[in-house]
Structure formats: structure tokens, C-alpha cells
């Protein structure tokens, strides 16, 4: 009991030190595109030298379009030329003329803009547009503003729903009204404290990080911070029934679940670090983000959860209080009807359980990789329409060229190779740097600066570009910066995934003191992911958004196989137990009944906290939540109960070669308690 009162109150030191700092986490998140992109890429070199070369070029610029489909009136271009003075004064600047479509149709207008304020200020001087006037701003500024709108109170939201979820389904697991708030609380504080040391490390260590980042190690912290607690709770409770002191009972809960715990988090924790090998600089920041929230939250579920629990004694679980030596017999209940069937015909249920998952990852091919800018939003926001409208009546590249930097000297043959590149419909030297060295060129695509046509493209133009002698030419912008995340993408998806699968092989190898289990695990994680990301193909082909970013493969790769695998390990470390003393068979359909309401409890929780992401209005975020949250619910409910342990029966004992368990032991089982501990 001492103990636990020590450990409460370094905690609560811990608390009142670094939590005021968890509220500071927004003053170190950046936007800064710089500061995400690869940093050997092309187009963020060429972002670099504009900033050094050209102070400014790099504000974002606010595009507005006027459309009247049966054609501009001279009343509309006064109204437009009234609108162009008006941002003038609101910008403090001159505003270009304004540029007119070849149908007649439309008009343009674009001006740099220093403050995203603004925006709000232009939009709004729009709706006084004359009747019939289409308006709508689009742009960096435009897009950039839309993206502000849409991730307005996001965080809060997240937490607030993350909480709720894990609320709702704690109180279904124990069916308490009181032991739900302690592994809650234990979550909440876990987050804070997580977000407490990533603002110290934006601080002190320089890690990027965004809006994003902060929003899945949030959803992340909550989902295997719960999972932990639910782990351990339900050891807890099951020894509470063999032991008359709940300090010796907790202990006891401590050593047998702290090495599946342990296992867990270290597969996650070593899983995301496999990200500092990423070139996407926003990847390779999220490593230490995640890895922090991990660590937080396994500290917190293996020193605090279980001092509070001592601390607040059996009557949490009221109104069913686990009483020493009273619960002695095993109720039948679903999870013994699974062993049932697991256990009459293992090689035709793992078999038809494998063939269902291949069949699923057929989905797979309903996805297509690469999301343009309009695919980005679950609604269409203005930025999206005004450039769909730009894309309608103006040439496909007007609002978005592409930036070519290179030697002054040179500028006149580099002018030349752009023009004569097949896609560019012009090119113009648009500045040159104050000492004289860099010069600027805008080349204007034909095509939409986010289409397929528009990439090939860019890379025609880099190759003529960077064939003019002594040019020393990059080229940059939206369209390049898309085709170099594309590739930086490809490459980590080839480099990271099967860092992360050696991870999380040598993990389970050390933990089970094994090598034929390990490896069936592994494929079978990989089985797993293949048929979550084909389930939602076929899903996301529903929804209408098949389109996924070139980062989602990877992602959804490191929290399906870092976090399923969870289930699976605390499912062979009970068996690794249970083998020792009653066999192979009997030790594996003992564990699947033993540890089948927890695992589904834990899967249910990271499923739910993962699902909330659909509430955010981007498409990414919906997906990334129902690739997580469906996978998840697949390795909990199919390949952990049905797949695992049919395949591990039907192996036999030479599923844990070479240790000890490869060989059935000869003494009967004793006479332990065994409950089902689903609450």
C-alpha cells in the first residue's frame, strides 16, 4: 500500500510539472510545407533558394474567379474592377489587372496575402457580387484558408470523442458505473502528458510537428493506453478471486501481464522508430511523436493504473465484486463455444478462415493510389470549386505554374527549353534575385496543375530545364511538389514496411522463445493487412472515395501490424502458459477462451478510437479511421480467433520449436481457476 502511494504522488508531480506544458503543444505546430517535404527533393530545394532569393515569393497567393456561364457583362467587369480595388486597400498593395478567359465566360484576379485573415475578408466581399456572378477564391491562400475552416476545433473535437468512446465501452466491459472513470482517467492523463513532452521536444530537439501528427498520437495514446488497462484490470480481476489481499493480487496481475503489455508496447514503440528511415519529413517526425506516446502511456498503465486501483480497493467493481475464493466455477459462455469449434476440425476452419482473407485482399484492387486536392475534402469547400471553375474556362495551369529557379545568365535559354517542352503552354521570367544571380520563371501547364498529364509533364520540363549548361535549374511548385511526395512515398513504402514486419518478428521470436510460432504470426499479420485494405476498397469504392495518399499504405501497414499484433501476443503469451502445463492443444483453447473478452474488449476500444477520425471532414482522415478501425476489428475477430489458434492446433507442438514447449509435458494440468475474464 506504501508503494502505491509513492507512486501515486510521483505521478502527481510528474503532473504538475509537465502538464501546464500540454496546452502549449499549438505555439510549436507548424504549416510550414518546408518543413514537411522531403529535404533532398527537388521542389523543396527549389522552395529554399525562392525564400533566399526572393523574400516573400512564397506567401501564399489568393486566386478569384468570377463565372457567368452565359457570359461576363459589363456590368460584371465594373463589379470585379470595384472588388479589385477593394483588395487592393485590404492588402495594402497593387492588384494586377484582370485576366479574362477566351469563352468569355470568366475573371481573374490573384494577389499575394500576408495574413489568412484576409481571405475571410475577401470572401465576404463577394457575396455582395452582383446577381448571377459566380465567385469563389481558390489559390495557396484560398486552399490554405479552406484547410483552417475545416481543421477549426478538430483536436478538441478528437479528444472529446476518443474519451466518450473509451467511456461508453469501458462501462459495457466491467457493466460498473464506477471502474470505467480510473483506466479513463489513466488515458486522459497519458495524453496530456505525451502532448507535455512532444511540445518539449518541438522545443529543445527540433522535431516537426503538425496538426496531424498530434491528432493520431491522440487517438493512438487513447487506443493501446486502453488496451493495456483493459489487460491488465482483467488479470487483476481474476486473481482478486485466488488472493484475499488485493495488494499481493495486483502484484501477481503486475508480473503475468507486464510482459504482454511489455511485448505491445515495445512492438509499437520499435515499429513507428522504423519511421526515422522515411523521407517524408512529416513520417520520419512522427516517430518520436508516436514512440513518446507509447512509452507515456505503458508508464502510466503499469505504475499508475494499478496504484489507483489498489489504492480505490474491490469496490470499483460493483456491483460485481470479485470475492476471494468465490468464483469457482467457469462459466460456458461464447468464448468456450469458439474453442469448441476451433478445436473440432482446426485444419478446415484455419484453411477456410485464410482462403475468406485472400479473397477479401482481391478488394485491394478498388483502391487507387494518389489523392488531388479536390479529392482531399468529404464536401467541396470553396478553394476546390474555384478551381474546378479555373480549370473550366482558363488554360489548366493558369492558377497554379510552375516555378523554375535558375542562373540569371542562363535565363534566356532556360526560358527556351520550358517553352519548348511538350504540356507547358508558356513561360515568362517573372524577377531576379537582388544580388543578380537567381532569376524566376513561371511556366504555365496545359493541363490541371493536380492531373496525371501535369506530373509528366513537370518531369519533361525538369529534364529540359536541367539540360541548359551552367543553368543550375530546379524546378518547383504545387504540381512538382506532388510528384516528388509521390515518389518519396513509393520509396519509403518499399524501405519501411518490412523494417517494420523484422520488428515485430524479432519481438514475438524473443518473447515466445521461438521461431516456427513467429513466423506463422507474422505472415498471418501480413494476411491481416492485406484483408483489411481489400475490405475497404471495396468500401471506400462505396463511399465514392477510392482515391487514397501516397502515405496511407504505410500508415495503415504500422498501426495494423503494430497494434493487431497486440492481440496475438496477448493471446501466445497466455498460451506460452498454459502449453507448459496442459499441452499444446489444451493449453492453446484454454488461452482463447481465457483471454477472448478481454482481447475483444481491447479491439473493440482501439476500433472505436481509431473509427472517431471519421468525424473529421477530410477524406484521408475517414479512411485512415475505417482502414485502422475494420482491420482492427478483422484481427480481432477472425484471424486472433479463429485463424491463430487453428493453425497453432493444427501445428502441434512444434509450433513453439526449439523451446522446451515444442514437447507436450506429461504431468496433468493443475487444478487452477479458470475464469473467463471478458467482466
Known amino acids: 500500500m506504501r508503494r502505491a502511494v509513492a507512486v501515486l504522488g510521483l505521478w502527481l508531480v510528474a503532473g504538475f510539472l509537465l502538464l501546464p506544458l500540454a496546452g502549449k503543444i499549438g505555439d510549436v505546430t507548424t504549416t510550414d510545407p518546408a518543413a514537411l517535404l522531403p529535404q533532398n527533393a527537388e521542389a523543396t530545394q527549389a522552395l529554399l533558394r525562392a525564400r533566399e532569393a526572393f523574400p516573400g515569393s512564397d506567401t501564399p497567393v489568393a486566386v478569384v474567379v468570377y463565372v457567368r456561364d452565359s457570359g461576363i457583362t459589363d456590368a460584371d467587369r465594373s463589379a470585379v474592377d470595384a472588388d479589385r480595388q477593394e483588395f487592393g486597400r485590404t492588402t495594402g498593395q497593387q492588384i ?65 470523442a476518443a474519451a466518450g468512446i473509451v467511456a461508453v465501452l469501458l462501462l459495457l466491459t466491467y457493466r460498473s458505473p464506477v471502474l470505467w472513470i480510473v483506466p479513463l482517467v489513466a488515458a486522459v492523463a497519458a495524453s496530456q502528458l505525451s502532448s507535455a ?159 475468406v482473407l485472400v479473397l477479401l485482399g482481391l478488394g485491394v484492387y478498388g483502391l487507387r493510389l494518389g489523392q488531388s486536392t479536390s479529392q482531399m475534402y468529404t464536401t467541396e469547400v470553396g478553394s476546390v470549386a474555384g478551381q474546378h471553375l479555373i480549370d473550366r474556362h482558363f488554360a489548366g495551369g493558369v ?26 503552354a508558356d513561360a515568362t521570367a517573372t524577377g531576379r534575385s537582388a544580388d543578380g544571380r537567381w532569376v524566376s520563371i513561371a511556366a504555365t501547364l496545359t493541363d490541371p496543375p493536380d492531373s496525371a498529364a501535369a506530373r509528366a509533364t513537370v518531369d519533361r520540363l525538369r529534364a529540359a530545364v536541367h539540360a541548359v549548361p551552367g543553368a543550375d535549374a530546379v524546378v518547383g511548385g504545387e504540381t512538382a511538389t506532388a510528384v516528388d511526395v509521390a ?55 462505396a463511399l465514392g472515395h477510392p482515391n487514397i495518399v501516397h502515405g496511407m499504405p504505410l500508415y495503415a501497414w504500422l498501426f495494423l501490424t503494430t497494434l493487431g499484433v497486440d492481440y496475438t501476443i496477448f493471446l501466445m503469451t497466455r498460451a506460452r502458459e498454459e502449453v507448459a502445463v496442459r499441452g499444446n492443444r489444451d493449453g492453446m483453447l484454454t488461452a482463447l ?87
Open 399 to 424: 492558377s497554379s505554374p510552375a516555378l523554375v529557379l535558375a542562373d540569371a545568365s542562363t535565363v534566356d535559354a532556360v526560358v527556351a527549353a520550358a517553352k519548348a517542352t511538350g504540356g507547358v
Open 197 to 355: 513532452l512532444v511540445y518539449l521536444m518541438a522545443e529543445h530537439l527540433d522535431v516537426t510537428v503538425t496538426a496531424d501528427l498530434t491528432t493520431m498520437m491522440t487517438v493512438l495514446v487513447f487506443g493501446a493506453g486502453t488496451d493495456y488497462a483493459l489487460l491488465l484490470i482483467a488479470r487483476y480481476r481474476e486473481e482478486l478471486h485466488l488472493h484475499p489481499d488485493r495488494t499481493a493480487a495486483m502484484a501477481v496481475a503486475v508480473r503475468r501481464s507486464f510482459p504482454a503489455i511489455l511485448a505491445s508496447a515495445a512492438t509499437v514503440s520499435l515499429g513507428v522508430l522504423c519511421l526515422l528511415a522515411a523521407r517524408m519529413n512529416d513520417m520520419h517526425s512522427f516517430a518520436p511523436i508516436a514512440a513518446t506516446g507509447i512509452i507515456v502511456s505503458f508508464a502510466v498503465m503499469t505504475t499508475l493504473l494499478p496504484a489507483m486501483l489498489v489504492l480505490l480497493g474491490r469496490w470499483l467493481f460493483w456491483p460485481f465484486v470479485p470475492r476471494y475464493g468465490a468464483a469457482v466455477t467457469t462459466r460456458r459462455g461464447f468464448w468456450h463455444r469458439a474453442g469448441d469449434l476451433v478445436g473440432r476440425r482446426p485444419r478446415l476452419l484455419w484453411t477456410v478462415t485464410a482462403a
Open 487 to 541: 515518389r518519396a512515398s513509393e520509396r519509403d513504402n518499399l524501405v519501411v514496411v518490412p523494417l517494420i514486419l523484422g520488428v515485430v518478428l524479432i519481438v514475438l521470436i524473443l518473447l515466445l522463445r521461438a521461431l516456427v510460432a513467429p513466423l506463422l504470426l507474422a505472415a498471418s499479420v501480413a494476411l491481416s493487412y492485406v484483408a483489411a485494405m481489400g475490405l475497404c476498397g471495396l468500401v471506400f469504392q
Open 96 to 160: 494586377g489587372a484582370i485576366t479574362a478567359s477566351g469563352d468569355g465566360q470568366a475573371l481573374l484576379l490573384s494577389f499575394p496575402v500576408q495574413d489568412k485573415d484576409v481571405v475571410k475578408q475577401v470572401k465576404a466581399a463577394l457575396t455582395d457580387s452582383p446577381a448571377g456572378l459566380r465567385a469563389e477564391v481558390t489559390g495557396s491562400a484560398g486552399a490554405l484558408s479552406d484547410l483552417d475552416d475545416a481543421g477549426q476545433g478538430a483536436d478538441t473535437t478528437l479528444f472529446l
Open 593 to 679: 477462451t481465457a483471454t477472448g473478452g478481454v482481447i475483444t474488449s481491447a479491439g473493440l476500444v482501439l476500433a472505436g478510437t481509431f473509427g472517431v477520425l471519421v468525424l473529421l471532414p477530410f477524406v484521408a482522415a475517414v479512411q485512415m479511421g475505417l482502414i485502422v478501425a475494420l482491420g482492427v476489428l478483422l484481427d480481432t475477430f477472425v484471424v486472433r480467433t479463429l485463424l491463430v489458434p487453428a493453425l497453432a492446433i493444427d501445428v502441434g507442438p512444434r509450433l513453439w520449436w526449439p523451446s522446451r514447449h515444442a514437447q507436450t509435458p506429461a504431468a496433468p494440468p493443475p487444478s487452477r481457476i479458470t475464469v473467463d475474464i471478458a467482466g
